[in-house]
């Protein structure tokens, strides 16, 4: 609500209508892109072979999907002060995507934790589910 409440007040010059359009936007997208940023980056996670690169994968991402987002409806909707809206929530937004990454990474780095995960993929000899799976 915060962000949306910025967006108003940055854009309040083009009118009250207008910038309450605007920041009621902002606000509706900063809670999609908050809701659904996780999910997008456990995702962009797993895709490449090792944790460090789905660590870089799903910041890079997730934060190009994420200004790639805000300033296209941005720009659809008519913002007047695009850069000066979206400024508060940079740091935050970098903030939170490094950090998330580099949770994940040190929660998947470790060397036995991996080998259990390998252990666990099913392979052409046993049948899937492995040898101890319930019909």
Known sequence: MVYGLWAFFVNRHVGWPHAAVIGLTHWMMSVIITMSCVVLMRTLFWLPSTPKRGAALSITGSLT??????????????TPSILLTLAPGLAPTIGFAVTYAMLMY???ADVTWTLALNRCQPTSLAPLGGPHARA
């Open 65 to 78: 999907l994420t200004y790639t987002l805000l300033i296209s409806v941005h720009l659809f909707i008519g």
């Open 106 to 108: 040190r929660e998947n």
